[in-house]
């Protein structure tokens, strides 16, 4: 597992794996709005503009590098909603004597961000910051899978002298919780063991999602009904009829579930906006 710190948020921690806890990084917002509620703190919100220090939660993506706007947020969240680390396969390679760097995937990085890489060393960088990887900054983003390096925030355009390809790398951007057209439910395991309410769903895993706003399908089942009480004959809309003197009569089994209308389990609503705390 790999760290952030920052000695201007002691404590404060970005990990590298979804679902790891982040600890002593909770602060009070220190912003303009007047508000006091904990960064990464998520509210229900009616009004139609999106108040100061706070941000939509819209799955959006952000830089948690340590010095930019949101780091608070990045230390606080993690990357239990997704974004950067070696879990989302973001391996990169380089040509000799070339400035661009290519990631095997849409990287979703922007100018500043904090990249990390063991094969840096090809860039003339030799510091190590995350456990042995070398760090740099996004100098320029070419395209949704390329990007150049600096050494500086806001410097110049490294160039590799030796060639390389689909090494690990690592970055700092992370992602906001969706709450667009999703309710919330509890994590199963707050504060110790899980409650197993919920069956089919991993909701101890902060940020995993699940469930459907409709079902078609329906099990496998029979009908039936116990006659063993009953005799003599009865009357039926189309005519009379015998009606057994004991036994059990079970009508057929459903054999094919699928292509029935869809059955929609949504409770009455009002929308409204959701957001969260960043400073």
């Given at each position: ?5 920052n ?12 679902g ?6 909770v602060?009070?917002?220190?912003g303009?709005?007047?508000d006091v509620?904990?960064v ?7 009004g139609?503009?999106?108040?100061s220090d706070f ?5 959006a ?5 340590a010095?930019q706007s ?22 990169l390679?380089?040509?000799s004597?070339?400035s ?12 500043g961000?904090?990249?990390a ?5 090809a860039f003339?960088?030799s ?12 100098e ?10 600096s050494?500086?925030?806001g410097g ?5 002298s030796s060639?390389?390809s689909?090494?690990s790398?690592w970055h ?9 057209d999703r309710q ?5 395991d707050?504060g ?5 309410r ?8 902060l ?11 329906v099990?496998?089942?029979s ?7 009953r005799?003599g ?7 009379g ?5 004991s036994?059990t ?12 209308s869809?059955?929609n389990h949504m409770d009455?609503?009002q929308?409204l ?6 400073r």
């Open positions: 597992m790999k760290t952030i710190s000695s201007a948020n002691a404590g404060a921690v970005l990990t590298e794996n979804r790891v806890s982040v600890t002593n990084n602060s009070t917002g220190s303009s709005s007047g509620s904990l990464g703190e998520v509210k229900a919100w009616a139609v503009a999106l108040p941000l939509w939660c819209n799955g993506s952000y830089s948690g590098a010095g949101y780091y608070d947020l990045a230390a606080s969240l993690g990357y239990a909603y997704g974004g950067g680390g070696n879990n989302t396969g973001f391996t390679s380089w040509s004597a070339s661009t760097i290519i990631a095997s995937g849409a990287h979703a990085l922007s100018v961000d904090t990249v890489c063991s094969e840096f060393s003339g960088l510091a190590t910051t995350f456990s042995g990887l070398i760090s740099a900054f996004v320029s983003v070419i395209s949704s899978t390329e990007f150049t390096i050494e500086t925030a110049t355009a490294l160039a590799s060639a390389d689909l090494v790398g700092t951007r992370f992602l906001l919780p969706d709450l667009r919330v439910i509890g994590r199963g707050m110790g063991a899980p409650a197993i919920v069956t089919g769903e991993d909701t101890d895993l940020g995993s999602e699940g469930g459907a706003q409709a079902h078609t399908d099990p496998i089942h009908h039936g009904y116990d006659d063993s009480l005799s004959t009865v009357s039926k809309a189309s005519g009829g015998s009606c057994p003197t036994g009569t079970t009508y057929n089994k459903t054999t094919d579930p699928t292509g029935i869809e059955v009455p609503f929308v906006n959701f957001i969260i705390r960043y």
